[in-house]
C-alpha cells in the first residue's frame, strides 16, 4: 500500500468494502477475507504473499492483461460518453462535462457507422419535442464525421444561440434553415445558417425498455 500510495480508504474503496474492513485486515491478519485476490490484484502481487505463505512479494504474479488488450483480444472498440444533455427543446452547454469510456463490439458500432472512435461518442437526449420519434432520456450516438446537412429526414445535434440542440434541419427560403420538431405541438424556427454550429449526426438511438 506504501509503495502504491494507496491509504486505506483509497483501497477500500477500490476493493468495494469499508475501510474498517481493511484496518481489520492490517491489525488482525489471521481474520481474512474473500477479497484477497481482488486486493493482491490492485496491489500488483499475489493473494498467496499477502497471506503471508511465500516470502517473495512477485512470486508467481503475472500483471492482469491491460483494458487496451483486452479491447483488442475481443475486438472491442472504445466509444467515449459525455455526461451531457442535449435538449430536444434546447439545454444549455455552460456546465462541466464528465466523460468516461465505454468499449463496444465492433461489428454492433458498424451496423450505426464506418467512422474511428475519436468522432463518435454517446450522449443523452432530454425534452419531448421530438415525440414519438425519440423520448426523453433516450441515449443517442452522435457521428462527427457527419456535419454536412444535405438531407432533410436526417436528425442531427447541433447548438443554437448557446444551446445543445437534437433536431431536424431542413432548407429554408432565402438561404435560411430550418430547425424541425417530430412533436407537431413544437414550432417550426427559421434561422441564419450560420448561427448553427453542427455537431454530428444522430446515427443510433438507445432506449431503456
Known sequence: MEERGLGQSTLARAVGVSQ????????????????VHRIAALLGT?????????????????????????AADLDLIPVREFDLSLGMGGAFLDAPVAER?????????R????????????????????????????????????????QA?????????????IKRIGAGRDGTVRILSDNQAVRTDVVSPDDLNIIGRIVAIVRRM
Open 101 to 109: 469510456v465505454q468499449h463496444f463490439p465492433r461489428s454492433w458500432i
Open 20 to 35: 474498517s474492513s481493511i484496518w481489520k485486515l492490517l491489525h488482525e491478519p489471521k481474520v481474512g477475507t474473500k477479497h
Open 111 to 150: 451496423n450505426f457507422t464506418s467512422s474511428p472512435p475519436d468522432d463518435i461518442f454517446f450522449a443523452h437526449a432530454i425534452g419531448d419535442s421530438m415525440m414519438p420519434t425519440m423520448l426523453s432520456g433516450d441515449i443517442v450516438l452522435i457521428d462527427r464525421r457527419q456535419r454536412i446537412v444535405d
Open 46 to 70: 499475489t493473494p498467496a504473499y499477502l497471506m503471508d505463505e511465500v516470502d517473495v512479494p512477485d512470486a508467481g504474479y503475472v500483471p492482469p492483461p491491460s483494458t487496451q488488450e483486452v
Open 153 to 165: 429526414d436526417l436528425i442531427w445535434a447541433f447548438t443554437f444561440g448557446g444551446l445543445g440542440m
